[in-house]
């Protein structure tokens, strides 16, 4: 597609529960980065991808957080034993290199725990 | 760490009329600056951006000046209209560990009325 693209756009999930969601990035971008965006906040970082690795995952809150990218490409943040705190859209990123390149942005996953 | 402040919101103005969102920063290098703008319904989109002191950033009308002595990055727009309604983030970003991720603010919802 022409852009990054997020799925769900919606995902409501009962506490204790493990979710996946999926960051389709713009072709050819070998940088990916989640952000996670509370209510009334701006995103914070939470992970960085430079192609298959996980360069910098400082941003992860705790190891209930994880994310996969095994080709390079499309990425994976998986949260397991969620808490109503995890409620937050996630924002997914791309860029064409690590840096001096402009960062394009999804539309979010918004996460409602129940 | 790094930090992003910017002015709370919101904010709302008539049409035309002239636009500051306040923005400052801290940083422990020489961070690039940007202004990030998210319409409704849509995504992050970058705005404009500065990579050096008194560098100006300018894109749909919007301007921005990078300012060192003030660590400030002052968004302004001369006579806003209707469609610049939409939320507006300050953020930045230096090349730590190689990655150049974003700190974003926490973001000023702008109104503007007929």
């Known amino acids: 597609g022409a852009g990054v693209s997020q799925t769900p756009s919606n995902k409501v999930t009962e506490k204790g529960k493990y979710v996946e969601l999926r960051c389709d990035p713009i072709s050819g971008h070998t940088a990916l980065y989640w952000y996670r965006q509370s209510l009334g906040q701006g995103p914070e970082f939470l992970i960085y991808f430079q192609g298959t690795g996980a360069a910098d995952d400082s941003g992860l809150p705790n190891d209930r957080f994880f994310a996969v990218r095994p080709e390079g490409s499309v990425s994976t943040l998986k949260i397991q034993r969620t808490e109503r705190g995890d409620s937050a859209v996630y924002l997914c990123?791309?860029?064409?290199?690590?840096?001096?390149?402009?960062?394009?942005f999804g539309q979010g996953t918004r996460l409602t725990v129940v | 760490g790094d930090s992003v402040t910017q002015m709370e919101g919101p904010v709302t103005l008539s049409e035309e009329a002239f636009l500051t969102i306040n923005c400052t920063y801290t940083?422990?290098?020489?961070?690039?600056l940007f202004w990030y703008v998210q319409y409704p319904g849509e995504g992050l989109q970058l705005l404009l951006k500065a990579t050096k002191a008194d560098d100006k950033g300018s894109n749909k009308g919007f301007e921005a000046t990078y300012r060192k002595e003030t660590t400030s990055f002052h968004l302004e727009k001369g006579s806003v209209q209707v469609s610049d309604s939409a939320v507006y983030f300050c953020a930045l970003s230096e090349f730590q560990f190689g990655n150049e991720k974003l700190t974003f603010g926490t973001g000023t919802r702008l109104t503007i009325i007929p």
């Open positions: 940083a422990t290098g020489y961070p690039s």
């Open positions: 990123a791309s860029r064409p290199t690590a840096m001096n390149t402009e960062a394009f």
